[in-house]
Each structure stands twice: as structure tokens, then as C-alpha cells.
């Protein structure tokens, strides 16, 4: 995603290595330049295939006495995984293996700690008994039409720097009894009504599959919300699901989001006012 630059260096740089190496001993190339660099609340990452790589214990050391954060990924055995904050710890001794597995955890890592400093917050809306009544394979837009509380409500959301998503599961496109150009005429009809109350509607993800066709995308599968993160850069662990079905409430449990269930005693505007009161 598109964010602010962030503060790192990579202390394995050839420049610095060679010289205190040189000058001084192989065993402090990293532990000098974290005398220098780190400061109080910083983050010291340390990678080691044996755990045991004196030159990286060295300055997990000196970063912890001038009130560092050590963070490590290893494997199996070795002192670094007793000495640090935080071990990410591959569980074998094999080196092929604990290298690829702390690769690829790295990256997975630096992934969600981005998404969580920068990630979008978005709200996934249900439609049918969520934010419209429900017309059983909607045909035609002239039988569409949200609940009167709706517009306010989402643009409450929008006011509070959510997203909000619509995420429907459309299984009349393949049942043969309407086509997509006729689903976007309903959206479009929905998108006005809800601009027309102060809101917005930032994006719509529709599944037109059958139960029977078993996709990935037809709720509660997620791979619509998927989709919806990957596109927009959501933090789906600041996020939320809204819907009438216990599928709604999977789906949004799967994605990882808090859920919130309307229905009898619970409206679309109940739901918007729990999400803004835990906000």
C-alpha cells in the first residue's frame, strides 16, 4: 500500500561491516553501529539460523541495555530465543528449512505491522434485511429501496473515517433470473439513494454463484472481503460486519472483523451507533 516512509536501517550494510570489522573485531560489526543508532523504544531485529551468532547476541545485548526492543527469528535452539523480547521460532534445526521459514515470516510480519499502523478502517455492509428490505431476487430497480435510516447512518460512518463496503451474495445472476447489468442498475439506485441522505457507498463486491457451485466468494466464504482488503488496503482487525444472517456474522468472524447482527430490536442505525460507541 501507499503510506509514510518508516524509520529502518539494515545494520548488514558492506560499508560499515568491513570497516568495524577491520578496524576492530567481527563480533561487534552489528553491537557498534546499535551504539550508535538505537535509541530508548526502538526495535532491534536479529536473524540467525543457530540462535547462537555471537555478533548478533552481542548487539541484542547492547540494545536491551539502552532500553531497546529485541525481536528474533531463529530456529530450534540457541540462546537467542531465551535472551529476546519477542522469538519468532521456525521449529526445526534443519538450516534450508529455518531459513525459508523465518523468510517468509518476515515478510508476513512486516505485512500485518504495516496494515496495523496504516491499514483502512471499512465497514462490510450485508444488503437484503440489512440496509434494504428483502425482494427475493430483485429484478428490477423499481422494487428496490433502502430502509429510511440507512443514508444517516452510513454517513455517520464516513463522517468517523470508515470505508463502507457492500458485500451480497447474488446467486440470481446464475440462476438465470436477472443479469449484472440489471444488479448494477439496483446498485446505482442504491448508491443515489444513500448520497441522496449524505452518505457514500465507497465499493460493492457481489457473488453470483449457487450454493451448489461451492466458490470461495459466496458468503460466509470470504474471499469477496479478501478481494475488498487487498484493493483498499483495510486493517480487517479494526473493521467491521454488518448483517441479518448467521452467515453475515461468520463471514465477518472468518475475516477477522467484530461483527454486529440486526435484526428484531436491532436496526442498521443500532448497529452504526456500537460501532461509533467502540470506535
Not at 130 to 140: G, R
Not at 146 to 157: E, H
Not at 182 to 203: F, P, Y
Not at 215 to 222: A, G, N, T
Request: glycine share 10%; aromatic share 6%; with cysteine.
Amino acid at each position: 500500500m501507499e503510506r509514510p516512509a518508516l524509520p529502518g536501517v539494515c545494520l548488514s550494510n558492506i560499508a560499515p561491516v568491513t570497516a568495524i570489522g577491520n578496524d576492530y573485531s567481527y563480533d561487534i560489526v552489528f553491537k557498534r553501529q546499535v551504539e550508535g543508532i538505537l535509541r530508548k523504544g526502538d526495535v532491534l531485529v536479529g536473524l540467525s539460523t543457530s540462535g547462537n551468532s555471537k555478533n548478533v547476541i552481542l548487539a541484542m545485548e547492547e540494545a536491551k541495555a539502552r532500553g531497546g526492543v529485541t525481536v528474533v527469528f531463529t530456529g530450534d535452539g540457541g540462546r537467542m530465543r531465551e535472551i529476546a523480547d519477542h522469538a519468532v521460532v521456525i521449529p526445526t534445526r534443519e538450516t534450508p528449512h529455518v531459513q525459508e521459514g523465518y523468510l517468509c515470516a518476515c515478510h508476513i510480519v512486516a505485512g500485518l505491522v504495516e496494515k496495523e499502523l496504516f491499514g483502512n478502517r471499512a465497514v462490510f455492509i450485508d444488503r437484503d434485511d440489512t440496509v434494504a428490505p428483502d425482494v427475493p431476487y430483485c429484478d428490477d430497480p423499481a422494487k428496490f429501496g433502502v430502509f429510511p435510516d440507512v443514508p444517516g447512518a452510513i454517513a455517520r460512518l464516513n463522517a468517523a473515517g470508515y470505508l463502507v463496503i457492500l458485500i451480497t451474495n447474488q446467486s440470481g445472476i446464475n440462476r438465470g433470473y436477472f443479469d449484472e447489468e440489471t444488479l448494477e442498475s439496483i446498485h446505482a439506485k442504491l448508491r443515489a439513494q444513500v448520497e441522496a441522505g449524505g452518505g457514500r457507498i465507497d465499493d460493492i463486491f457481489y457473488c453470483p454463484h449457487t450454493p451448489e457451485e461451492r466458490c470461495s466468494c459466496r458468503k460466509p466464504e470470504i474471499g469477496m472481503g479478501v478481494a475488498a482488503i487487498r484493493k483498499h488496503g483495510i486493517n480487517p482487525r479494526a473493521s467491521w460486519m454488518v448483517g441479518d444472517h448467521d452467515k453475515d456474522v461468520e463471514f465477518g468472524r472468518r475475516l477477522g472483523c467484530r461483527t454486529v447482527k440486526v435484526g428484531p430490536g436491532t436496526s442498521f442505525s443500532d448497529a452504526v451507533d456500537e460501532i461509533l460507541r467502540q470506535s
